[in-house]
């Protein structure tokens, strides 16, 4: 039996970079660690992955080929490792096996919020013998404004909902949020998500204070 992380998040969260550094922590703390790269538009990896779907499919040959746009080819290149799923088992199997694995996923949002292609993957995981859990990274630029905030959360709960696996929700980037400016609230109210019934009133004065902004810019 082994153990892992289905890594996602939208683009630019910065998954590439937690697997990186994640990875390099365990190994140095005695725990093998390797990194399986899933995203088939990746290809500027800044470590070494123990199995790469581009050699499978790769996002660039599917949009040329078929003459998709990026999300259309990431949708049809997830459907293709489905169907060619004995592929990365025996990947697994050969290059992973007692080892803790980092699943590198694309940033597509759809993918693991209205998607199958995803949940089936982890479920046949699963079903091989690895116990994941799902890390989902969401940029701390978010924390800067409530509407944002909420639509994050909303994307956490979609994914948690859809995937059904354990799950823990990251804000990345966090040394970062200080040239964001002061927040509106401290950083538990973020991270804990325990009271957003004050959410609604800051959303409702902020627009209060937009709308009598640009009045006064149309007089």
Known sequence: MGFGQLVIGPPGSGKTTYCDGICQFLNSIGRETVIVNLDPGNDLLPYECAVDVMELISLEDVMNEFELGPNGGLIYCMEYLEKNLDWLHEQLQSKCKDKYVLFDLPGQVE??????????????????????????????????????????????????????LPHVNVLSKMDLIQSLGP????????????????MPQLLEEREEGEAEKYGRGEQ
């Open 183 to 198: 927040l509106d609230f401290n950083l538990d109210f973020y991270t804990q998500s325990l009271d957003l019934t004050r």
């Open 111 to 164: 993918l693991f919020t209205h998607h199958h292609a995803i949940r089936d993957l982890a479920n046949n995981i699963n079903e091989w013998g690895w116990k994941v859990c799902c890390v989902q990274l969401l940029d701390s630029h978010h924390c800067s404004d409530g509407s944002k905030f909420v639509s994050a959360s909303l994307v956490a709960l979609s994914a948690m909902t859809m995937l059904e």
